[in-house]
């Protein structure tokens, strides 16, 4: 049995994070999907704002953020895996102490962390205009419960399947289908009625947009379900076990990979 070095997936999750980091398609298709979001008037400084308490506020902001931005992050997480093989460096990270476990998740967490870092400034620059402009400091703290319970259940959990999947589907294939899934899964419009134009995930606890949790959690009544916060509770759970379920499987397929071989 290989030994494990203690700073394994601490040295792998730092060297992943720094790459990722330094990308620049990660701050210009970041840059990019801001101004779109802004131009969709999606902002704590325009109409959409007026008459909301803080809490309110900043739960909306936290959805408008999580609108289109997880299209990106998904998109943006899913050459990670593959890159070791395209690079040829898989074969040499097999023959050092640190393990495919650890390495894969230490990828993982690294890119994760480095590709939340332009969501959470985009984020926190909404925060502190909201925290200015109504004169509130309590926006802050509640702004950052808002981003950790409607934002981060569901970038993990497209982090978590934009990592895995891509160890057995083309890295082209998988961002095609996950843009039509983020649209399909969780914006599909309402019919006249309050239901769904068609069969979809949208408006379930399985969707990772994060309005059962905005509803449940902050009242917000910008979405277009109703949740008590047990239910956004629910919805959380599922998402983050759905999330390592969706890492466990990925790091298997791996394994069998590696075996085969």
Same mark, same amino acid.
């Given at each position: 049995?290989?030994?494990?070095?203690?700073?394994?997936?601490?040295?792998?999750?730092?060297?992943?994070?720094?790459?990722?980091?330094?990308?620049?398609?990660?701050?210009?298709?970041?840059?990019?999907?801001?101004?779109?979001?802004?131009?969709?008037?999606?902002?704590?400084?325009?109409?959409?704002?007026?008459?909301?308490?803080?809490?309110?506020?900043?739960?909306?902001?936290?959805?408008?953020?999580?609108?289109?931005?997880?299209?990106?992050?998904?998109?943006?997480?899913?050459?990670?895996?593959?890159?070791?093989?395209?690079?040829?460096?898989?074969?040499?990270?097999?023959?050092?102490?640190?393990?495919?476990?650890?390495?894969?998740?230490?990828?993982?967490?690294?890119?994760?962390?480095?590709?939340?870092?332009?969501?959470?400034?985009?984020?926190?620059?909404? +925060?502190?205009?909201? *925290?200015?402009?109504?004169?509130?400091?309590?926006?802050?703290? @509640?702004? #950052? $419960? !808002?981003? &950790?319970?409607?934002?981060?259940?569901?970038?993990?959990?497209?982090?978590?399947?934009?990592?895995?999947?891509?160890?057995?589907?083309?890295?082209?294939?998988?961002?095609?289908?996950?843009?039509?899934?983020?649209?399909?899964?969780?914006?599909?419009?309402?019919?006249?009625?309050?239901?769904?134009?068609?069969?979809?995930?949208?408006?379930?606890?399985?969707?990772?947009?994060?309005?059962?949790?905005?509803?449940?959690?902050?009242?917000?009544?910008?979405?277009? +379900?109703?949740?008590? *916060?047990?239910?956004?509770?629910?919805?959380?759970?599922?998402? @983050?076990? #759905? $999330? !390592?379920? &969706?890492?466990?499987?990925?790091?298997?397929?791996?394994?069998?990979?590696?075996?085969k071989q």
């Amino acid at each position: 049995m290989r030994k494990e070095t203690p700073s394994a997936l601490g040295g792998a999750m730092s060297y992943e994070f720094r790459m990722q980091l330094r990308r620049k398609a990660l701050w210009i298709t970041f840059i990019v999907f801001s101004l779109a979001l802004l131009n969709l008037t999606f902002s704590p400084w325009t109409r959409w704002s007026e008459g909301l308490s803080v809490p309110h506020l900043v739960a909306n902001w936290s959805l408008a953020v999580q609108f289109f931005h997880p299209i990106a992050f998904g998109i943006l997480l899913a050459d990670r895996l593959p890159r070791d093989r395209h690079t040829r460096v898989e074969e040499l990270l097999d023959t050092l102490p640190a393990s495919l476990g650890s390495r894969f998740l230490g990828k993982y967490l690294g890119t994760t962390l480095a590709t939340l870092v332009p969501i959470f400034l985009i984020y926190a620059a909404g +925060v502190a205009y909201i *925290a200015a402009g109504r004169g509130d400091l309590s926006a802050i703290p @509640l702004a #950052l $419960g !808002a981003f &950790a319970t409607i934002n981060l259940p569901g970038l993990l959990f497209v982090a978590a399947f934009s990592v895995s999947s891509t160890a057995v589907l083309w890295v082209p294939l998988y961002q095609f289908l996950f843009v039509g899934y983020w649209f399909w899964g969780n914006l599909i419009p309402t019919d006249p009625t309050g239901g769904n134009m068609m069969p979809t995930l949208s408006r379930t606890i399985l969707t990772p947009f994060g309005e059962y949790m905005a509803n449940g959690f902050f009242g917000t009544e910008q979405t277009t +379900v109703r949740a008590t *916060a047990l239910e956004g509770m629910a919805s959380m759970s599922l998402l @983050l076990g #759905l $999330g !390592a379920l &969706a890492l466990y499987s990925g790091y298997r397929v791996l394994l069998w990979q590696r075996d085969k071989q």
